[in-house]
C-alpha cells in the first residue's frame, strides 16, 4: 500500500501562484498512474489532473484548470507535483493527491485507489 502526504498548501491572492507536492512511500510510486482531485465546502470531489506512472508521462486535466495548471512527477524522488498558477478565488478547496493501479486512469474518483490527507488552498479575491 503506498502512503501519500500533501504539502504545500496556503492562502495566496486571486492571480498568484502555488505549487503542491505529493510524496509517497513505498517502492512501486514509478508504476502508479497518479491525480490530484480537489472538494470544496459542500461539494463532491472534483478531478483536477492526472499522469502516467512515466516520469514525462502522458497528463490530462480538467476543463477548469487546463492552461493554468500543470501536473507533473519525479519518480526519482517518488513525489508529485501540481504547479497551479492565475489563482482563482473558484480553486479555493482541499486538495488531495491519489494513486491508481489502472495504467492510465480516467476522471472518476472510483479509478483510483489510495489517498493522501488533502492541503487546503485558498485564494482571496
Known amino acids: 500500500q503506498v502512503q501519500l502526504v500533501e504539502s504545500g498548501g496556503g492562502l495566496v491572492q486571486a492571480g498568484g501562484s502555488l505549487r503542491l507536492s505529493c510524496t509517497a512511500s513505498?517502492?512501486?510510486?514509478?508504476?502508479?498512474?497518479m491525480g490530484w482531485f480537489r472538494q470544496a465546502p459542500g461539494k463532491e470531489r472534483e478531478f483536477v489532473a492526472a499522469?502516467?506512472?512515466?516520469?514525462?508521462?502522458?497528463?490530462f486535466y480538467a476543463d477548469s484548470v487546463k492552461g493554468r495548471f500543470t501536473i507533473s512527477r519525479d519518480n526519482a524522488k517518488n513525489t508529485l507535483y501540481l504547479q497551479m498558477n492565475t489563482l482563482k478565488p473558484e480553486d479555493t478547496a482541499v486538495y488531495y493527491c491519489?494513486?491508481?493501479?489502472?495504467?492510465?486512469?480516467?476522471?472518476?474518483?472510483?479509478?483510483?485507489?489510495?489517498w493522501g490527507q488533502g492541503t487546503q488552498v485558498t485564494v482571496s479575491s
Open positions: 513505498g517502492r512501486t510510486f514509478s508504476s502508479l498512474a
Open positions: 491519489a494513486n491508481s493501479y489502472r495504467r492510465r486512469p480516467g476522471a472518476d474518483p472510483n479509478e483510483f485507489d489510495g
Open positions: 499522469i502516467s506512472w512515466r516520469t514525462g508521462g502522458i497528463a
